[in-house]
Nanobody, 119 residues
């Protein structure tokens, strides 16, 4: 059974940084694409960033230049380094994974980790 376990969320002041981690277990060879979604109160879920095994990346316009996604294929772990955080980045962040390359929707989801940015 596939599990995605996030860690690293918390409370930070605007302008600060956080690093999210997501460890995947249960897959045989790992997933071709891993990424991060977020959902703020009253808003739809938004794909924040995605990364393939080969290192191709996708970023939402709202986080380009501030967030960096990376992965360690040997550890089946994906990271999201978030810098210059803004109050509007406050959301629950979900780790996602899929065997397809940068798919429109992701098959596997973690439980989520709260990120709160205070002004």
């Amino acid at each position: 059974q596939v599990q995605l376990v996030e860690s690293g969320g918390g409370l930070v002041q605007a302008g600060g940084s956080l690093r999210l981690s997501c460890a995947e277990s249960g897959s045989i060879f790992g997933f071709n694409t891993m990424g991060w979604y977020r959902q703020a109160p009253g808003k739809q879920r938004e794909l924040v960033a995605g990364i393939t095994k080969g290192g191709s990346t996708y970023y939402a316009d709202s986080v380009k230049g501030r967030f960096t996604i990376s992965r360690d294929n040997a550890k089946n772990t994906v990271y999201l380094q978030m810098n210059s955080l803004k109050p509007e980045d406050t959301a629950v962040y979900y780790c996602v994974a899929d065997q397809r390359i940068l798919p429109p929707r992701y098959t596997y989801w973690g439980q989520g980790t709260q990120v709160t940015v205070s002004s």
